[in-house]
């Protein structure tokens, strides 16, 4: 059975950081790129960050890049995301989503997405 767990998220005020992580089992880790995605109430999904299989790569979202850093562990099967000076709008439920070798920055892509874990920023 394949999972994705998310952890890390909670109220926090803006300026704040926050390190959410998610583990991935029933696969093997690091054959999959892994993702961060955002919802905001009323909104679509939001592409956030990615890191390559290898864990060479790294992408961001507009809205993210330079403030977000994605990293990977693959002895832990674990996929990283810290937020630094968040801002009331990246309010959000934050989901990890993977995909088997192959990159992608629309929901459709993926393979295997996680519950979701809230992230709130009070202004």
């Known amino acids: 059975q394949v999972q994705l767990v998310e952890s890390g998220g909670g109220l926090v005020e803006a300026g704040d950081s926050l390190r959410l992580s998610c583990v991935l089992s029933g696969r093997t880790f690091s054959d999959y790129a892994m993702f961060w995605l955002r919802q905001a109430p009323g909104k679509e999904h939001e592409f956030v960050a990615g890191?390559?299989?290898?864990?060479?790569?790294?992408y961001y979202g507009d809205s993210v890049r330079g403030r977000f850093g994605i990293s990977r562990d693959n002895a832990k099967n674990t996929v990283n995301l810290q937020m630094n000076g968040l801002k009331p709008e990246d309010a959000a439920v934050y989901y990890c989503?993977?995909?088997?070798?192959?990159?992608?920055?629309?929901?459709?892509?993926?393979?295997?997405w996680g519950q979701g874990t809230q992230v709130t920023v009070s202004s």
């Open positions: 890191t390559s299989w290898s864990g060479v790569n790294a």
């Open positions: 989503a993977a995909r088997y070798r192959g990159l992608g920055y629309e929901r459709s892509e993926y393979d295997y």
